[in-house]
């Protein structure tokens, strides 16, 4: 049966349309999931999307972390559920705790909207296993609080155990510690990225198809497991 | 009616972009010597009736998981009026 991979619609959620796409695109079957269901249906995967879930408003990601399919999602994810957030998808992962630190305001104060340079620096996630460690690829980054923190003791712990998943090259975006573009949990199914690889899955449309190697990585994982 | 102030303040050691582009605007328009201006925000929460223990305890869970995020913020919540 082919994998069905879901995607979080929240009021506000720009990017839903674009993973589910991209979801397709990498032979999955692309689930459309609501903010406000209690359950996650049956999907063997969950893309958080980008964009500015509840307006942004408090926290990027804040009220959308206490959204009703969230207490699905939260245990679940702890599970072992294969879980990826995109940007604002990463920022709600991070207010759920289930990814260490935070999203902060960028450092130099604007938005940031370009084309991105990154090195993948883990290929042993659910979502980057079709990837060579030490590879460059081209996505777009688009977004205004995308400066990643967290304490030494926890930067220090992330690299150590080889869970900082992508770096930036050719200049840091945002300010992020240590260039870090993309985290994991330490189990490898959670994954935080701040650019958009859904964005970038075909030349026709995107700076590249680079992207497409997280949504092939999970079917991969999924089919394989 | 009870009413609790709710105050939130991004930890001193995290950057905050925001003040520095208000300190930079209080020092173009002309007040001399800013040497620092910080950011924060203030929740005035209404409640009808008294605040018993169950409510306190929830407000201070809440304070702690949805109006601030330890990880980058202090918060501290006062209690300005219990009736």
Redesign the interface.
Request: hydrophobic share 35%.
């Given at each position: 049966m082919t994998p069905r991979v879901g995607v979080i619609t929240f009021p506000g959620s720009l990017d839903d349309r674009d993973a589910l796409r991209a979801i397709d695109y990498a032979g999955a079957d692309p689930v459309a999931l609501w903010h406000g269901d209690d359950s996650l249906g049956a999907v063997d995967a969950v893309v958080l999307p980008g964009g500015f879930s509840y307006g942004d408003y408090?926290?990027c990601g804040?009220?959308a972390r206490?959204s009703p399919i969230m207490a699905a999602l939260i245990p679940a994810a702890k599970d072992g559920l294969p879980v990826l957030g995109i940007c604002n998808g990463f920022q709600v992962l991070?207010?759920a705790h289930l990814l260490?630190?935070?999203l902060?305001?960028?450092?130099?104060?604007h938005f940031v909207c370009r084309d991105q340079r990154l090195r993948i620096e883990s290929n042993t996630t659910a979502w980057t296993a079709d990837y060579q460690v030490g590879e460059e690829i081209l996505v777009p980054i688009k977004n205004g609080e995308g400066?990643y923190?967290?304490e030494e003791s926890v930067l220090d712990e992330l690299e150590r155990s080889g869970r900082v998943l992508a770096r930036y090259v050719g200049g840091n975006p945002n300010?992020s510690y240590r260039d870090i573009a993309g985290i994991t949990n330490e189990a490898g199914n959670i994954v935080g990225l701040m650019p958009h690889p859904e964005h970038a899955i075909d030349d026709l449309t995107g700076p590249s198809s680079d992207g497409l190697g997280f949504f092939t990585s999970i079917l991969h994982r999924l089919v394989s497991a | 009616m009870s009413r609790v102030v709710v105050e939130v303040m991004l930890k001193p050691e995290i950057l905050d972009p925001q003040g520095r582009a208000v300190e930079g605007a209080l020092d173009r328009l002309g007040l001399v010597g800013v040497t620092s201006v910080r950011q924060g925000k203030r929740f005035e929460i209404e409640l009808a009736g008294p605040l018993d223990a169950s409510r306190r305890e929830r407000l201070n869970e809440l304070a702690e998981t949805l109006l601030a995020n330890p990880v980058i913020e202090n918060f501290t919540v006062h209690v300005v009026e219990d009736a």
């Open positions: 408090l926290r804040a009220i206490f991070c207010e260490p630190g935070a902060t305001r960028n450092d130099h104060r400066c923190i967290a300010g | -």
